[in-house]
C-alpha cells in the first residue's frame, strides 16, 4: 500500500536540502525520481515555509521502500547539519497519476 510522508525541518534552508539531494546522487542534484536510491519513490516535493522551515512531501509504494532509503537518508541530514525530524507517515486511501 502507497504510503505518504511529509517532514517539516525547523531553520533548515534549501541550500541544505540541495546538498542532501546532491550526496543521495553522487554529487549531482536530484532531478527525476528514477535517480532515488534503491527505488520506490512515487511522488516527492520540497518547499520552504516564510518561517524558515523546509518542508518535504513524498509518496512511496510502501512502508518498507521508505525504510529503506530511510537508512541511507539519516547519516546525510546528520552530515548536512539539519535539525532531527520525525516523519509523519500515513497509509493513502487513493493516490492517482497521470
Known sequence: ????VYFNFENTTLEQYDEVSRKLNNGHPLTKLSQWPGGGILEHSAWQEESGSLCVFDVWES???FQSFGEKLMPIIGEVGLPQAEPHIVELHNFITS
Open 1 to 4: 500500500m502507497a504510503i505518504g
Open 63 to 65: 512502508a518498507e521502500a
